[in-house]
């Protein structure tokens, strides 16, 4: 008899329990898929024109709440991304196709020369080794990827003002033309405009 | 034809179509999508060409996402413009199509 009733309580406690770790699990898969929707969302808005992007982003976002079905609105978001490039500023195919494969064998050529650059700069001043630095475009802002060549206090390192002379601090931008925030054309104009100021 | 002529795909076709099956009745885009089956990588860059064409129209729902609690609609109208180059568009396909069956 007392196993029994042993048996029953604990039956009764798994459910509580199990109820409860369900409620746990499924908010959490709820908090989730909201962060994986806004992160989707503001990715594909910033590949829009500066000026389009708060519309779009309040009326995805307005889309994918209309929406049931968490699965459904993760795919409605997946779907802006590949929106984003075909609206407004219209970058051809052809074009990003380039973009691609010339980047990728950019990365691949210089990628033993940004692997010492990265030695070397953890080794002479630890701190991280890339940095983000705006760059403006056509009314648009890229937070585009650097070798960090300053201090933090903002000073330019002694290593850094080699790899500003030299043009390599640009070189890690290549990423952002890889991942479509920057053009091609962009990169070699950043890479340009860093020759004039520095030589 | 004109540059800023929407290219009449069977999708735009099918938005405009979803636009027109109720006259007046603003949709939003994804009320837009339920009806035409389209994904959202197709839909929007079709929205966004009809409306600079002059086709469609936008406007963003009322009220405030503070007090609704929730990003604002967009609804989208069809323009009587874009209403007029449909039918012309769906009456020569008809044209066409009946041109067929009779030469069979």
């Known amino acids: 008899m007392e196993v029994i009733i042993g048996v029953m309580i604990l039956a009764v406690v798994g459910i509580f329990f199990g109820a409860v770790l369900s409620r746990q699990l499924t908010d959490e898969f709820e908090a989730w898929t909201q962060w994986i929707i806004n992160h989707l969302v503001n990715r594909a808005v910033r590949r829009l024109a500066e000026e389009e992007r708060s519309r779009f982003e309040e009326e995805w976002l307005a889309h994918v709440n209309e929406i049931h079905g968490k699965i459904d609105k993760i795919i409605a978001a997946l779907g802006f991304l590949s929106n984003a490039r075909r609206l407004s500023t219209a970058i051809s195919v052809a074009k990003r196709f380039l973009d691609v494969g010339s980047s990728i064998f950019l990365l691949f050529l210089y990628a033993p020369m940004m692997l010492w650059t990265a030695i070397l700069i953890k080794m002479l001043d630890r701190g991280p080794i890339l940095t983000k630095r705006e760059e403006k475009w056509n009314g648009n802002t890229v937070s585009a990827f650097k070798f960090r060549t300053e201090d933090f206090t903002g000073r330019c390192t002694p290593m850094g003002r080699i790899l500003r002379n030299l043009g390599i601090d640009e070189i890690p931008s290549l990423i952002n033309v890889l991942r479509g925030d920057m053009t091609m054309s962009m990169f070699v104009v950043s890479m340009h405009r860093h020759g004039k100021s520095s030589g | ?104």
């Open chain 2, 1 to 104: 034809m004109d540059a800023n002529q929407p290219r009449l795909s069977s999708q735009t076709l099918r938005v405009l179509g979803a636009l027109m099956s109720s006259p007046g009745v603003e949709l939003s885009g994804a009320q837009i999508g339920r009806t035409t089956k389209l994904a959202t990588g197709t839909l929007y860059p079709i929205l966004s060409r009809l409306e600079r064409a002059g086709w469609v129209e936008s406007r963003w729902e009322d009220g405030d996402p503070r007090i609704l609690g929730r990003p604002r609609r967009r609804f989208y109208l069809i323009t009587a413009l874009g209403a007029k180059n449909a039918t012309a568009a769906v009456n020569e396909l008809q044209a066409a199509f009946a041109g067929r069956l009779a030469w069979r």
